[in-house]
C-alpha cells in the first residue's frame, strides 16, 4: 500500500492568482498521476508526474495552465495557473508502485474554491 | 478509445439488502480493474484490485468479478450497511497509455 499526503486539503481561492498543490508519498513510487473531478462528475486524468522530467499531459490540459514538478519518486506539486470559477473543483494526487498489473492509490484531495 | 460505464448511477436500498453495481469497458486490453469508495467532498478508497487474469475478488462482504472478454465487471455487497452509503467507482488500467479510466460512478444510498 501507499500512504498519500496532500496539502491543502481545501482553499478558496481569488480568480486569476495561483494555487500549488503538494503531493507526498510514504514510500518510492515509479508512477504519480493527477486527477480534476469537476462538481458531481468522474475523475478526470490530468497528467502523469514523471520524475526528472516534463509532465505527460492529456488532452485539453496543457502545462501553461497546470505546470507539475516532481523532482523525486516521492514528491510532486501541481499548480493551477490564473485561476477561474471553472477550475472550481477536486484535484487528486494518485500513485501506482510500477507501471503493470498494480494497484492505485490516492491522496484524500484538495477542493478548490475560486471566486 | 477506452470508455467505462457504470449503471445505475444511483441507487437506494434498505439496510440488509444485497447491492450489485454494474461496470462496463469497451477496451478488453486491460492491465487490471479497480473498485473505489468515494465519501462526498473526500479522495478514493481503493476497495478491490482484479487482476487481468483474475476472475474474481473477495474482501469481507465484497466480492468483484470481471469478464474481461466481455467487457463487464461486477461489485457485490452484501448484507448492506448505512455506513455502506457513498458513491463507488470502477476503473480500468488500461495496456494503451498506462493509465486509469474512470467510469461516472453509482451513488449508493443504503437506508436505515
Known amino acids: 500500500s501507499a500512504v498519500i499526503s496532500q496539502k491543502p486539503s481545501r482553499d478558496i481561492c481569488q480568480r486569476g492568482t495561483s494555487l500549488t498543490i503538494q503531493c507526498q508519498v510514504d514510500?518510492?513510487?515509479?508512477?504519480m498521476f493527477w486527477y480534476r473531478q469537476q462538481p458531481g462528475q468522474s475523475l478526470t486524468l490530468i497528467a502523469t508526474?514523471?520524475?526528472?522530467?516534463?509532465?505527460?499531459?492529456e488532452s485539453g490540459f496543457v502545462i501553461d495552465k497546470f505546470p507539475i514538478s516532481r523532482p523525486n519518486l516521492t514528491f510532486s506539486t501541481l499548480t493551477v495557473s490564473n485561476m477561474s470559477p471553472e477550475d472550481s473543483s477536486i484535484y487528486l494526487c494518485?500513485?501506482?508502485?510500477?507501471?503493470?498489473?498494480?494497484?492505485?492509490?490516492f491522496g484524500q484531495g484538495t477542493r478548490l474554491t475560486v471566486v | 478509445k477506452q470508455e467505462v460505464t457504470q449503471i445505475p448511477a444511483a441507487l437506494s436500498v434498505p439496510e440488509g439488502e444485497n447491492l450489485v453495481l454494474n461496470c462496463s469497458f469497451t477496451?478488453?486490453?486491460?492491465?487490471?480493474l479497480q473498485w473505489f469508495r468515494q465519501d462526498p467532498g473526500k479522495g478514493l478508497t481503493s476497495l478491490l484490485l482484479?487482476?487481468?487474469?483474475?476472475r474474481e475478488q473477495t474482501s469481507g462482504r465484497l466480492n468483484a468479478s470481471l469478464d474481461k472478454s466481455s467487457g463487464r465487471s461486477t461489485l457485490y455487497i452484501a448484507a448492506s450497511q448505512p455506513g455502506d452509503s457513498a458513491t463507488y467507482l470502477c476503473?480500468?488500467?488500461?495496456?494503451?497509455?498506462?493509465?486509469?479510466?474512470f467510469g461516472g460512478g453509482t451513488r449508493v444510498l443504503v437506508k436505515p
Open positions: 508526474a514523471n520524475q526528472g522530467s516534463e509532465a505527460t499531459y
Open positions: 476503473a480500468v488500467y488500461g495496456a494503451a497509455g498506462n493509465k486509469l479510466t
Open positions: 494518485s500513485v501506482a508502485h510500477t507501471q503493470t498489473n498494480t494497484e492505485a492509490f
Open positions: 514510500s518510492q513510487v515509479t508512477m
Open positions: 477496451d478488453s486490453a486491460i492491465y487490471n
Open positions: 482484479i487482476q487481468s487474469s483474475q
